[in-house]
Structures are given as structure tokens and as C-alpha cells.
């Protein structure tokens, strides 16, 4: 977004930000809503971007100009290191390990996890009058769950089509987008290698997955992208999902008017498996097909910010640009390719080290975000409801956000004696709990990964430490264990975690 193109417009754009900080002590921030564009990419690491990692194999202009209009924040993690439950908490501002959904992930024909009572970002901008939208990879299942039902699975669990518990895509998907707080949907049900695949407008298919496409003979980094077999919508292609989804946001933003606000929900499919990059990007890192997607994921974020720029809303769009979870990214193909996804943070997606929930996360909003900024507060991306309400100078009610803090004091850069957040609560695809607060990280009765980093899960032994204790100021990348070092942060963040899981919220 061309928001300063010379040294001389961000020097004044900054200036105008510091004043405006000195001058008003209002938490009204814009005298017209600022329009509002979250893009969450999916499996996307930190050190794919140039902005956090100049050794990038991966080219991203689009987003590291984000970044340097904006504000960049060093210690952004996402509520889970995993798909569904991070979108549970974003739209809702609440740890996904508080439904129904303990582990793992919702599937394609999983149910609504999102309760029809609950307030969403969308609900709630809709409040304030706000158009919204949501366009690409929901993952938060269709239709309302038989909760009484004796039989009814674990939210987790994968289902077939005629399980009496699936759902039927026949029929209107209805609990889902339109019924939480979004005027438009248009994406698909889960992550792009999970059946059945089809596109939903709204709530209905735009073809029932009539066909079957058989499971795909290629694993990762070999050409060929990786899905699961299952129905299909007859003219359905895995490579097509990303440039549609592009087609689709960027169609919406052209329809919008400066008379009212909006909201575009952007959950990409990408770079999440298949890798698929089209033939435009295809060769062009030196990542293999998968840093050729996340260049391809980068070119629809420069589609965003040119539609908005065409549209005359620039000036007033608050755009965030951040990840679902760590890159799935193992040790092997850090040594394969050189590329190191996820900085130098251990683990990858799925785990419960800084690998599999450290994201990157960037603001940009001419006039009130200072560009080239960098912030090293420790935030989630629970904390987008929160921030909305405090930008529409709202304050949520106790049952809403729970697990919601306001970024806005820092999005300004606002002086502050304590940070935004006491403490965080990290969660693994396997269950796994960690808490993080101030330099300190603790994990619980857990001295494995709880995720996809092999062992999963070691069981403490009776003489030794009975989880992980780390410095994350001295120790980052989670190297020395210091458990035992330190008996009084553990029974302290042991306390404050117990507290936090059986009150059913963070915020006070």
C-alpha cells in the first residue's frame, strides 16, 4: 500500500502520529470507522517474509511494504499451532480450548463450532454498521451440532459424508458464515487437502461434490501438492482455490463504497498443503513449491492493498497480515533447502515450542500506525475483538472476548507502565498447555512437542523435571530447560495457569 512513497512522507507521517498521541487523550481514534482488512494466511512462518528474515528464500514485497509502512510486531502467537481452533479464536477472541474442541482439528464435514449466540468480530462490526465478509478457508464447521445426541463424536473427529453426524451439504450450511455476523461468504469448508472439495457462496455449494477424486500419490516437496481422497464438486481443481479466493476478496472491495466501513475476513488457503503454486510462480524462490507459494500467497496480498488503493480506500484501512500457526516446516527441509521458516525458534507447526505458534503479524493504518515501527510486545491474535471494540470506543461485555486484550495502545504508540497482557496461553495440536509470561515460558506434565516434532509426547520421570521451563529472553530458540532452576516461576505460572482455565477467561 502506497501510504508513504519517500523518506520525506513517513518522516511527516510519523511526526503526525506522535502528536496525535500527545494531543488526544480520547480512545476515539478515526473521526470516520476505519475500514478493516485481516488476511490470515495459512501455515505461513515468519522467517518467510524478507521483513523478519533478510536469508529468506522467498521474495514478498507486497507484505514486507506492508511492514514498512506499518508496525511489525517480534512476539505475535497465534492461540493454537494449529488451523481451526486459531480461527475460533480470532473471530471470536476466545481460546478455542474452552468449546468443544480440546485437540486437533475440525474436518470438512465437521459441525459448526461457533455457537449462533456467541459474538463474533463480524457481529459485532455489524453493530457499528459495518459491511463484512469473509472469503477463503473457514474451517469452523457448517450446521448446528445434536449436542444431547448419546453418539455424537469428539469435535475432532474425522467423518465420513453419511455419518448420521455430518454435515449435509445438500442442505443450507446453516449455523456458519452468514449466520455469525458476515453479510458474504465464499471459500471452502476446511484446509485445501480435506474432502470434500467443493466452493460455498453463502450458504450453499455452488455444486454438490457429486465426483470422487482420489488421494493424491504425492507427499510435500515433490511437484505434485499433497490431498486426502473424497468427493468433489465436478469442476473443482486444488489449483485454482488461491487465485479464486484473490479474484473473490479483491471483487468485493471494488463493490464498496465510502459511505459505510467494511470488514474482510481473508483466511487463505495457502501456503498450507497442496503446494500449488501456478505456473506464474512456479520456480521463482528457491524454496522449492512451497516457497513458490508463499510468493504466490504475497502477490495476493499486493492484489488487496491495490484494490484498496483503487478504490480510494487506503487512507482509511486498518490492514493486519498474520499466520493461522507456524510454518509446517521440519528439520529436514530447513537442511534441504536452506530456508529457515521459522527463524530460529524450535519446533514447527502443531508443536507447543515457539515454532508452532510464534507468527508474524503486521499493521498498517496511514495516520495512526508510525511507519518502519517494530514492537516486541507479547499479543495473540485473540486480541483482534478487543481491539476493534476499543477502536469503536466500545467496551465489551464480560461474556464476550474473554480471552481478548486491546492492541490499539500499542498500534499508536502509546507510552505504557505495563504490558497489554499479564500472561498468554499457548495450545498444541495434541492438547499440550504452555503459558507464557514476561520472559518465561512454561510447559506443563509435557517434555515432548505435542505436536508434529517426533517425540510428541515424553512423560516426566519421578527424579527429573516435570515439564519445560525456558528464558526466552536468554534461551529463544528453547535449548536449556531450567525447570528445575527455578521451582517458584513454575508454581507461580502453574498457579496462574490453573487460574485462567478454570475461570473461563484472561481478561479481568
Not at 509502512?69 to 499451532?81: I, L, N, T, V, Y
Not at 468449546?99 to 470438512?108: A, H, T, Y
Not at 455452488?206 to 516437496?221: C, F, G, I, M
Request: with cysteine; hydrophobic share 35%; proline share 8%.
Amino acid at each position: 500500500m502506497k501510504f508513504a512513497n519517500t523518506v520525506r512522507d513517513r518522516i511527516l507521517a510519523g511526526l503526525i502520529v506522535a502528536l496525535t498521541g500527545l494531543l488526544s487523550a480520547s480512545p476515539v481514534v478515526a473521526e470516520q470507522p476505519p475500514n478493516i482488512i485481516f488476511i490470515l494466511a495459512d501455515d505461513l512462518g515468519s522467517g518467510d517474509l524478507g521483513c523478519y528474515n533478510p536469508d529468506s528464500k522467498t521474495a514478498t514485497p507486497a507484505i514486507d511494504e506492508l511492514a514498512a509502512e506499518g508496525m511489525m510486531f517480534r512476539d505475535a502467537h497465534s492461540p493454537s499451532s494449529v488451523c481451526s481452533p486459531t480461527r475460533y479464536g480470532v473471530l471470536t477472541g476466545r481460546y478455542a480450548w474452552r468449546s468443544r474442541l480440546k485437540s486437533g482439528v475440525l474436518w470438512g464435514y465437521s459441525r459448526s463450532l461457533i455457537r449462533p449466540e456467541r459474538t463474533t468480530v463480524a457481529s459485532f462490526l455489524k453493530t457499528q454498521d459495518y459491511a463484512t465478509a469473509c472469503v477463503g478457508k473457514w474451517h469452523l464447521g457448517f450446521q448446528a451440532s445434536h449436542l444431547n445426541a448419546p453418539d455424537l463424536p469428539p469435535a475432532n473427529k474425522v467423518i465420513a459424508g453419511d455419518d448420521p453426524h455430518a454435515v449435509d451439504y445438500s442442505k443450507p450450511l446453516t449455523p456458519g458464515p452468514t449466520t455469525v455476523g458476515f453479510d458474504y461468504f465464499f471459500g471452502i469448508p476446511a484446509s485445501l487437502d480435506m474432502d470434500p472439495y467443493v466452493f460455498v457462496e453463502n450458504d450453499r455449494p455452488l455444486e454438490q461434490p457429486t465426483d470422487t477424486v482420489a488421494a493424491s500419490k504425492h507427499r510435500r516437496q515433490d511437484g505434485g501438492g499433497f490431498w486426502r481422497g473424497g468427493p468433489v464438486a465436478p469442476s473443482f481443481r486444488h489449483v485454482d482455490v488461491l487465485p479464486e479466493l484473490a479474484k473473490r476478496a479483491t471483487a468485493w472491495i471494488d463493490k464498496q463504497t465510502a459511505e459505510q466501513p467494511f470488514f474482510l475476513y481473508l483466511p487463505l488457503s495457502a501456503p498450507h498443503t497442496p503446494w500449488l503454486p501456478t505456473d506464474e510462480f512456479r520456480g521463482r524462490s528457491a524454496a522449492g513449491d512451497y516457497g513458490d507459494f508463499v510468493m504466490q500467497v504475497d502477490a495476493v496480498v499486493g492484489a488487496v492493498v491495490r484494490a484498496l488503493e483503487q478504490g480510494g480506500h487506503a487512507e482509511n484501512t486498518l490492514i493486519i497480515v498474520t499466520s493461522d500457526n507456524g510454518s509446517h516446516w521440519p528439520v529436514g527441509d530447513i537442511k534441504k533447502w536452506g530456508h529457515a521458516a521459522n527463524l530460529h525458534y524450535r519446533g514447527q507447526k502443531a508443536d507447543i515450542w515457539e515454532g508452532g505458534h510464534r507468527v508474524p503479524f503486521i499493521a498498517a493504518w496511514p495516520g495512526h500506525i508510525a511507519p518502519g515501527s517494530v514492537s516486541d510486545e507479547t499479543i495473540c491474535l485473540t486480541d483482534l475483538l478487543a481491539t476493534i471494540a476499543a477502536i469503536s470506543d466500545s467496551v465489551l461485555p464480560d461474556d464476550t472476548g474473554e480471552d481478548s486484550f486491546s492492541l490499539l495502545p500499542v498500534l499508536l504508540g502509546k507510552k505504557r507502565e505495563h504490558p497489554i497482557r499479564d500472561s498468554t496461553v499457548h495450545h498444541s495440536a495434541d492438547g499440550t498447555f504452555a503459558i507464557r509470561s514476561g520472559k518465561w515460558k512454561l510447559i506443563p506434565n509435557n517434555l515432548g512437542s505435542g505436536g508434529f516434532t517426533k517425540p510428541r509426547r515424553v512423560k516426566p520421570q519421578p527424579d527429573g523435571p516435570h515439564g519445560q521451563l525456558y528464558n526466552l529472553e536468554k534461551d529463544p530458540s528453547e535449548q536449556h530447560n531450567v525447570w528445575a532452576e527455578h521451582p517458584e516461576v513454575v508454581l507461580r505460572l502453574s498457579a496462574e495457569l490453573a487460574k485462567i482455565r478454570t475461570t473461563g477467561r484472561s481478561r479481568i
